[in-house]
């Protein structure tokens, strides 16, 4: 499964030396009050590599778009990244995600040939980095 980190959230992020930060927005209607996640960010030690993170499970509920969400997950992970003893940070995504490749790219992400020590996903054909 390629989401099995997802099933337990503190062995997969916490417990690794990782992060796993959701963003949630409030719904409610006539009685109703509550919240949904709307977005998600991860931070993950690459294996062999502690002082590289892994931005991992970037997310935006596609009704939650264009309203600068996505760059604010981006930017906690940033933030984060250093507490963790992050010097760089890597990602794995798809070309067909213009959006968000260019928001990657606007906070500094560059072409990277391979994640060290990694194999890539099979839905991902880039890999980017960038110095925290």
Known sequence: MTDADLADLEAAYALQGG???VLEAAFGGAGQN????????GLLPLPGHPAVGELRKMYLHPDWRGRGL???LLE???????ELGFQ??????ASVLAEAVA??????????????G?????RCDMVLGRKV
């Open 34 to 41: 509550g919240w949904q996640i709307i977005g998600t960010v």
């Open 70 to 72: 996505g760059k604010r």
């Open 19 to 21: 992060r796993f930060t």
């Open 118 to 122: 990694h194999a890539p996903a099979a």
């Open 88 to 93: 760089e940070i890597v990602l794995e995504t």
């Open 76 to 82: 906690r992970a940033l933030a984060d990244a250093p």
């Open 103 to 116: 928001l990657y790219r606007r906070y500094g992400f560059e072409p990277l040939d391979v994640l060290p």
